[in-house]
């Protein structure tokens, strides 16, 4: 069973595609981890709408994507997408994913300063990225922007 809003998220370290290591406990303030993989059509649908928080909130919140794939595989979906937050290596072992009991991709978990996990989302729900991005922008202390403007997408759509 995956990890739920209440639990204790573990604390790992982890390696970008450029080399730098990454631990939350390492960070302060809020961190919204994102598991995927680079071939997961969801995952390719839900990406860019990361990248639009961390561009709306990336002075109150770490962002990260842990990737299921190899480095290479990593760095050409980062390029291919314009993803400008850290893509950290989950892969071969998928060590991190298996200690967040990871089952589908995407997950999206909003960890808390003390490390408590404050949100979690599956696959893609365009309502769990709304009550994200207004979480988000409470923190901030602004409202929040309409994530979807001018956009189609689903309402959901599996991992």
């Known amino acids: 069973m995956p990890l739920k809003v209440g639990d204790s998220a573990p604390n790992f370290e982890l390696s970008d595609i450029e080399g730098n290591f990454y631990s939350p406990e390492r960070v302060h303030g809020k961190k919204l981890l994102v598991f995927y993989k680079t071939t997961c059509p969801t995952c ?21 994507g842990i990737v299921q794939d190899p480095e290479q595989e990593a760095f050409k979906f980062a390029q291919k997408y314009n993803l400008n937050f850290p893509q950290l290596i989950d892969y071969p072992g998928y060590e991190v994913s298996m200690e967040y009991r990871v089952q589908v991709v995407p997950t999206l978990y909003l960890l808390e300063e003390g490390g408590g996990v404050e949100f979690v989302s599956n696959s893609f729900v365009k309502a769990d990225l709304k009550k994200l991005n207004e979480l988000l922008a409470s923190f901030a202390g602004i409202p929040p922007l309409d994530l979807f403007a001018g956009q189609s997408v689903p309402e959901q759509k599996p991992g």
């Open 44 to 64: 390719q649908l839900t990406l860019p709408f990361v990248e639009k928080l961390y561009q709306l909130y990336r002075n109150h919140v770490s962002v990260w």
